[in-house]
């Protein structure tokens, strides 16, 4: 049993980070089967291996997802080149409505990726 939770992530946290966590769970889970793995830090999505990364923060989610290049926007606050043709890049979300299209678009390249 790992002594790390998925409850324990949202402790002192604002409800809004629970809303914005499960509106990207959904999302996960439309792209097919996932396991939500919790770490001391953070939540890793995995498929065969870990697509996305949940931080939680007091009021907001930092997303980190796993991209075969660089992905240019504006919403994309830090980013790392892993290795040559893999890239980790962070968003941070304040609001449940930020996991829209875009953002969907990037967690499904991300999925099929680590397949």
Known sequence: MSANSIEQHFEGRA???R??????IRVAKKLGPIVEDPKKTSI???????????????????????APAD??????????????N???????????KQVDAELT????Q?????G
């Open 15 to 17: 409800p809004v980070v």
């Open 19 to 24: 809303a914005i966590y499960d509106a990207v």
């Open 44 to 66: 890793h999505l995995n498929r065969r291996t870990a697509f996305a990364g949940v931080a939680t923060r007091k009021d907001a989610v930092v997303l980190t997802i796993k």
């Open 71 to 84: 992905i240019k926007s504006a919403r994309v606050y830090k980013r790392e080149q892993t290795s040559a």
């Open 86 to 96: 893999r890239w980790h890049v962070e968003v941070k979300l304040d609001d449940p």
């Open 105 to 108: 678009s990037w967690l499904k």
């Open 110 to 114: 991300a999925f099929e990726i680590s």
